[in-house]
């Protein structure tokens, strides 16, 4: 079946660095590909979302990238502050897998003072 | 306030015994999904509902029940709960099909099963 993989699993940055989280699909259908930040005790929500037809996205700190051909999409978050501590999950929503979203594994991110 | 709610938020039962989370969100939206979050390995899709009865298998469909009879209700039904149930469960909606809008989580569920 379809799947997503997410790397790494753990990742601590000091604050100030850049920190980029990877992720690879396997349906080839997929076409919108979100992201989500889950903080400790809280729901996830949607930081940033990509959609087939576009190569790059960018909101601030938080960039993500999208290379089709190779099936993977990172994101990149800048100038990382204490508060970008967090989970991050990754996603693959296409046609053919009927409208099942796929999530990654996760990524449990953490800024060092 | 535009919100996706869960009920009960916390729930402790034994083996066997049937239970219901409720799902409810109140910004009109035509797919409601249910997932379960366990330590590495992410969040992993249940059931999803496109719209009023209309409701088919994610990922880890085995051992849970879905209704969708209101728009905006999603009840996930746990007939004969076991020991690998226990996790924490999810419900989150999106304005229509997931690969478009944005998901929107409710607060959480944690079940344990005994």
């Known amino acids: 079946g379809e799947n997503v993989e997410q790397h790494p699993s753990t990742l601590s940055v000091q604050e100030g660095d850049s920190a980029v989280i990877k992720c690879t699909y396997s349906d080839s259908a997929s076409n919108y590909f979100p992201w989500y930040k889950q903080e400790l005790g809280k729901r996830p929500q949607l930081i940033i979302d990509i959609r087939s037809n576009v190569g790059e996205k960018k909101d601030q700190r938080i960039a993500v990238t999208l290379n089709k051909t190779a099936k993977h999409f990172s994101l990149h978050i800048t100038e990382t502050q204490p508060e970008d501590s967090a989970v991050y999950f990754c996603?693959?929503?296409?046609?053919?897998?009927?409208?099942?979203?796929?999530f990654g594994s996760g990524t449990r991110l953490s800024i060092r003072p | 306030e535009a919100q996706v709610t869960q009920n009960p938020r916390y729930l402790i039962t034994v083996t066997g015994k049937k239970l219901t989370v409720t799902c409810s969100q109140n910004m009109n939206h035509e797919y409601m999904s249910w997932y379960r979050q366990d330590p590495g390995l992410g969040l992993r899709q249940i059931y999803y509902?496109?719209?009023?009865?209309?409701?088919d298998k994610g990922d880890v469909p085995e051992g849970y029940k879905v209704s969708r009879k209101e728009k905006r209700n999603f009840p996930l039904i746990l007939e004969s709960p076991s020991p690998n149930q226990t996790s924490l469960y999810f419900c989150a909606s999106s304005l229509s099909k997931g690969d478009t809008d944005t998901q929107y989580f409710g607060p959480g569920t944690r079940l344990t099963v005994l």
């Open positions: 996603a693959a929503v296409g046609y053919s897998s009927a409208s099942k979203i796929i």
């Open positions: 509902s496109m719209n009023v009865e209309v409701t």
